[in-house]
């Protein structure tokens, strides 16, 4: 009975061995992190395609190393992000995260990766600012703006151009659209405007009423930093209440599903401007190119990739460029490909070209798109100024920059 | 003044979404003591429902009533398929009403898809209008959602109260193996009860989706909200329901009028305070 046990338990010993005998080295594992539940659910999607795009155009292999696509949900919050990583890293033992969408995703993965020295993790569309400003990881990369450099443009056009002095804040409240409202009012302060007042409210909010009442009178526009369902109630109910102010758009605020939805809100929005890293009908040559290339890939997908889609892309394309770069050698802790990839130069859809600072944060270019109504009465975005190189510090001297302490509720403020 | 009184109108408004929320809820646990956990999903189902006749008819009365009963259908459905086969296992009735509503957001995703929808209102809903006294523009819709829940609350009370299926219902609250014993059908009768609870959830989605909007995640926040507006206000109590919903519909307008960031926290803190010092709600009765 005793030797039987015995050898039961050498065999087992001997199974768990050749389990976690280290994967083929010629397989290299890609590990994507999106969300693919709840209301994110259809532009986590798009994200994931995004990913698997980048793949499917290096053939699925670098080098003759076939390359894993691994996917997993994220429900927006940080701990569903790390339990999402964690399970890659240690169960499927992926060499590489790319990932995750959301602002507040992105800096639980950022603290995470110190913990995984030997894996590589490539943000995917979550911008918010000190994910790579402030404590910045050795092996968290992101080939993408954060949430300031994708309003780049927009403050000094909305002084400049549209003349609009006082601006009243309505936001998400959480890092992502601190981000952005820090982009906005960088510039916009800077120009001589004022936003005596910011609206703070939770993700999800269904009855914005109160606070379109509280809004003051006296503004010029109001800057809305909302997403999805958040954007549509927030600005029937501003229509609604009989609000006659101009809309400024965040970069997620103002896309074509809401432009697409129905509402007589949307005559508000003729002329709003927004700030955004990825126009879906960008007249280029790059862009035409990459849409074509996803519409083959996925006939099912949108129309045309969304900003999820475009920035999930960039991080597994990078990737692809330099493990062919290495030759998909990731020996010694990917050493000679984190080399690669944080000097790494490539053309992004968007016409631009793709390069890293000293944080590993894309120095990038912005658009300043406007609502405009078509010929057949639905309503688009077109581009009215590209600001190219934009980087983390806006233009501004780095060490100013971070003295003006980490992003916050309060912090900016230009009352 | 002018912005307080705005507030607590607002504060009205959102109340009555919640009480027709709450009612349906309120009316099937009261009955069964089961907390139906899918009530979330036949909501929003009942939105989705109602967008699409209000997109083929463009008559928005008729979306609500279609996307009632559609609701209602399928709450029958449930009942009579698969929570009445554990009549009597609270526990896991409830269970299964959770797999229920994971099914049902999961299936609605699929074929509705992630986007947000907004059913579209006659010309004389869809705007505002000035309110009197207080000078400031008001959603039509919002004042209509008050006179809308005060009528489903009356009828709700007279089907209770005065005809010969609420007096069977009360009967069976009050003792449902006495009613049984009685000789009357209550697998049928809970069918019945089912079946009113979507069709006042259904009416509720449609009725949201016109005054906001719906989206994936819809169902779990009404499901949320009616259970907070039913321990507040006791489970099973039609009364309490109205109670409870006005309570918290007033305390979230207050919260994000007057402290946007922690508006949430004094939703919880009534019904925290609710549980302290009266666990069975404020109109409930304690189970004896």
Redesign the interface.
Known sequence: MFTNLRAITMTSILALGVFTAPASAEDIKIGVISILEGAFAALGQDGIRGAELAVAEAGGEVAGNKIEVITMSSDASPDSAVNAARKLIEQDGVDIIVGPLSGSEGLALRDLSKSYPAVTFLNGSSAAQDTTLRDSSDNFFRFGGDGAQWMAGVGNYAHDDLGYQKVAVVAEDYSFPYTQVLGFMTEFCAAGGSVPDKFWTPIGTKDYSSVVYSIPSDVDAIFVALGGADAVNFLTQYNQAGGDKPIIGGSITIDQSILDSEGPFKKQLIGAPAGTPTVSDLDGTEWKAFTASYTEHFPDGFTAPSIFAHHYYMSAHAAVLALEEVKGDLSGDQAAFRAALSDLQFVTPTGGTMRLDENRNGIVDNFVTEVFEREDGTLGNRVVKIISDVDQSLGQDPSAFLAQGPVSRDNPSCP | MT?FL??TL?GL??AALYFLAASGFTLIFGLMRTVNMAHGALLLLGGYVGFEVAKTTGIWPLAILGGGLAAALVGAIIQFGILGRFQGDELRQTLASIALSIIMADLM?WFW??????V?MPDAL???F?LPLLG???????LVLIAFAIVVGIALWLVIAKTRLGAIIRAGVDDREMLRALGFDVAKIFVVVFALGGLLAGMAGVV?ASA??I????DL?FLLSSLVVVIVGGMGSVGGAALGALLIGLA???G??YA??Y??VFTFAIMVLVLAVRPQGLLGRSEA
């Open positions: 912005f705005i507030v607002n408004t959102l995703l898809g992630g986007i947000t929808y907004q579209a869809a705007g505002g000035r400031v523009g008001y959603a039509t819709i919002r949201a906001l909007s989206s994936p995640g819809t926040q979230e307008q207050y994000l009028a946007p960031t508006g949430v």
